[in-house]
Structure formats: C-alpha cells, structure tokens
C-alpha cells in the first residue's frame, strides 16, 4: 500500500471516480493548488465535509477521490472555473496545513469499484439517471460519454446526485464493489 501527498478541497458534495464536477476558484490557497496541480500533473483531492463529523480531521470525511482538471475557463466575475474528473478513491492517513490554510493529505489508494454489468431488473435506474441527464443539460453536458450499461458508474452517478448523509455515503464508499450501493439505491427508489 503506497503513501502519497495530495493537497485536499473539501466540499459539501463529492465525486467519484469518472465522475465529472465543476467548481469555482475563488481563494488564493485553491488557485495556488490548481497552478501546483497544472504544472505537475498530479491533480488533488476532493473531499466531503461532514457538519456532524468531529473525527481526527476535523469536519473531513476519510474518504476522498483524487481528481484531475480537465477543462478550464474564466469565469464572468474574474475567478477562475475548472471541471474535474474523479481517477480513484483514496483514505487520509493525515493531514497538515501549510501557512495559507491549504491541506495537505497523507493518503493511500483504494481499489475502485471493478466494471459490473446492470442487470435488466437494475436498468430502470439507468433509465432514471438519464432522465436527469435530459432535464438538466449543463449535467449532461460534462459527460462525452456515459456507461449506462455500468453498475458501478451508474451507482456512483447516484451516490454523488442524492442527498444521502455523508456519514452512509462513507460507508457505502468503504465497499469493493458496487452491490450494497445498489441494494440503497433500491430502497430510495423502488420501481
């Protein structure tokens, strides 16, 4: 298991693994971060905060997805607006803070959730992620391509779209697969 640094943006919502997100940079401390990241190519992390949380990291939820930029723009204010895409998930083993307040994470990777077919009795979750992906173009349109026949993506697309409590959306993600991700999803919207 290797250890690596990762500099954390913490965020009420998250992303998983090929998901895509878009976020506005606005502190000194992020903008520093995403130039670091541009140049060495390393990307960051993207983690949930927790109000309720009062663990090791403060509000910081364990389990994070490393992310890279892969779209960047001005924004009409003057900041600057850049999409990312989830690579893999990781869990913080510790965290510093540098003079500005950015965080820095000790972390270790986790396996992603391998590929899994939907199955037909599944497929009606497909077809209500894509008609959210049909109502809400500027959603659809972070996508060039979207694994609707993918169980884990399907089940990640959910996880980062409903409001379930960071607390369970941790224990799910803590699972190898998809399956138990699947069986909540089920019982939020039944057929």
């Not at 895509?20 to 190519?41: F, G």
């Not at 959210?132 to 694994?147: R, T, W």
Request: glycine fraction near 6%; charged fraction near 25%.
């Amino acid at each position: 298991m290797q250890s690596t640094q990762l500099a954390l943006f913490p965020l009420p919502s998250h992303i998983l693994p090929n998901g895509r997100l878009p976020l506005r940079i606005i502190e000194e401390r992020y903008i520093r971060m995403i130039k670091d990241s541009a140049k060495t190519m390393t990307g960051f992390g993207i983690v949930m905060i927790d109000s309720k949380q009062t663990g090791p990291f403060g509000r910081i939820s364990p389990i994070g997805t490393h992310v890279k930029i892969v779209d960047f723009y001005p924004l009409d204010d003057g900041f600057l607006g850049i999409v990312v895409e989830g690579v893999d998930r990781f869990i913080i083993d510790d965290i510093t803070v540098e003079d500005d307040g950015l965080k820095i994470a000790e972390i270790h990777h986790i396996s992603n959730w391998p590929d899994q077919n939907i199955t037909e009795q599944d497929r009606y979750l497909t077809d209500k992620l894509t008609d959210i992906f049909n109502q809400h173009p500027d959603l659809d349109e972070l996508y060039c391509s979207k694994e609707m026949n993918n169980a884990s993506w399907i089940s990640q697309r959910w996880l980062e779209l409903l409001p379930i409590p960071v607390e369970r959306k941790q224990i799910l993600l803590q699972q190898a697969n998809c399956t138990h991700t699947l069986q909540v999803l089920k019982e939020l919207m039944p057929i």
